[in-house]
């Protein structure tokens, strides 16, 4: 197992909180310490984290249970006074999707995996607001902490008021990874493979680089994703660069939940077949229909939930799938499936991400056939794109969302991923067109004549 790196061993944390007057999402993150966290999902406290108390990085197959020991360790090490639980501390980060990182751009300093435990934390739960502060080391004191408590509260309630929103730098040039005769052959390989009996479903995705105009506002990004995508899970995570390289920032607005587990209740969705917006109400519900009727569309989102739910089995007694339903998001429509459980026994969330990680939204059936076709025909390497990003706690409660619908942006670059499930019927050109779909998203915060929609 390759081990931790960590810079929180044998230390101690101490965490304080208090309520402060809620300050803009914008200012806190404009004014925010690298690395800067993000972390804001439906129906949870919207979490802004600045710099790092400690990191915990590791690399290669055991990266949920190496995170999952050095989390519980770190703790276990507590000294916590959160006031509120919304407010209490938790670490944040990702992991790969495939078990080794990779030296590829852009993913030259994302490890196998990454967790943050901010230095500080400000979360916003309704109308109220929060402040954390961490620290980890052999020599804190609750004293020192509490007094940095009440730097920071005067720092977080006079920051300047972050002006307008900037708009889209602009795109210069793009270079798809991915030609469009290479896309069609890899496709009719894969339904190949499919037709063979070899393999029942696999999702190849494609990757954009673009070169921007200007500097993009990541602060301005995060908050007009969370406007246009109020039920995705808005996410920034920015590991540590490597020396004469710019920070890179992994950032999107994803609809699919990988796990989240609090107490004994486990919830999931599956989340797969999709298509397009209409340009009007009933153009809508008739592209809705057609996807609900579709033959392709639903056999690919079955495979999904009939995998999650055999997958949540040897934890919980009961598995329950909700009815399928559409989808809409500002871009796209899909199928989804809630799927819930109860466990047996209390489990981290992290054994539910290392059990669910890969699902076929993202992966494909049988699961190593699947990968071995990705490896084989993606001519770039995922990184932490399509991978579990969320949030641990002290419990071992969190939510993981799978990155999707995101891009690494770096100095003036940015490179976007999207990808689409393919099944036997699939056609190589409808599912160029569901990728292209699939980075509008992130797509429309760089593109300036987007600006305004
Ligand atoms: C792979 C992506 O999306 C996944 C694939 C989907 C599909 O094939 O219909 C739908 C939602 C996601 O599970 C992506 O957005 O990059």
């Known amino acids: 197992m390759e081990p931790l790196r960590t810079d929180a061993a044998g230390t101690h944390l101490v965490s304080r909180s208090v309520p402060v007057t809620p300050p803009s999402f914008r200012s806190v993150l404009s004014a925010a310490d690298a690395p800067r966290t993000v972390w804001s999902a439906p129906e949870e406290a919207t979490v ?202 992994l950032f999107g607005a994803t609809p699919e939940r990988l796990v989240s587990v609090r107490g004994r209740t486990v919830e999931t969705d599956a989340l797969a077949g999709t298509t397009g917006r209409g340009e009007t109400a009933e153009e809508d519900e008739w592209l809705a229909a057609e996807l609900a009727a579709d033959d392709k569309n639903v056999h690919e989102h079955q495979l999904v939930a009939d995998t999650i739910k055999a997958q949540l089995a040897p934890f919980a007694a009961s598995v329950s799938a909700g009815p399928r339903r559409i989808r809409r998001l500002a871009t796209v429509q899909h199928l989804r499936t809630p799927i819930t459980a109860t466990l047996d026994t209390a489990e981290h969330v992290l054994s539910l991400v290392e059990a669910l990680h890969p699902t076929p939204a993202v992966g494909g059936l049988p699961p190593e056939r699947a990968l071995e076709t990705i490896r084989e025909t993606e001519p770039f390497d995922r990184g932490w794109y399509a991978a579990p990003v969320g949030w641990i706690d002290a419990a071992g409660y969190g939510t993981f969302a799978v990155a999707l619908r995101s891009a690494v942006a770096r100095g003036d670059t940015a490179t976007l991923f999207a990808g689409v499930g393919i099944v036997s019927d699939s056609d190589p050109d409808r599912e160029w067109d569901e990728v292209q779909l699939k980075y509008r998203p992130i797509l429309d915060e760089l593109e300036r004549e987007a600006h305004g929609r």
Do not use: M
């Open 48 to 249: 802004a984290g600045e710099g790092a108390a400690a990191t915990l990085t590791t690399d290669g197959a055991g990266r949920f249970d190496t995170i999952r020991e050095a989390a519980e360790a770190l703790f276990a090490s507590g000294d916590v006074h959160a006031g509120t639980e919304a407010a209490r501390p938790r670490l944040f980060g990702a992991f790969g999707f495939h078990p080794d990182s990779t030296d590829s751009a852009p993913w030259e300093d994302f490890p196998g995996a990454r967790f943050v435990f901010p230095r500080v934390q400000v979360t916003w739960v309704g109308d109220d607001a929060w402040l954390t502060v961490n620290a980890v080391g052999p020599d804190v004191t609750p004293e020192s902490v509490e007094s940095r408590l009440e730097t920071e509260r005067d720092r977080i309630e006079s920051l300047p008021d972050a002006g307008d929103p900037a708009d889209p730098p602009g795109v210069r040039g793009r270079r798809r990874t991915t030609a469009r005769d290479d896309w069609r052959s890899g496709v009719a390989a894969a339904v190949d493979r499919i037709d063979s009996g070899n393999l029942r479903k696999v999702v190849l995705a494609q990757a954009l680089d673009v070169d921007l105009d200007g500097d993009l506002s990541l602060p301005d990004v995060l908050s007009r994703l969370g406007e246009r995508y109020p039920d995705c899970y808005r996410f920034l995570v920015e590991p540590d660069p490597g020396s004469g390289r710019t920070r890179a920032s």
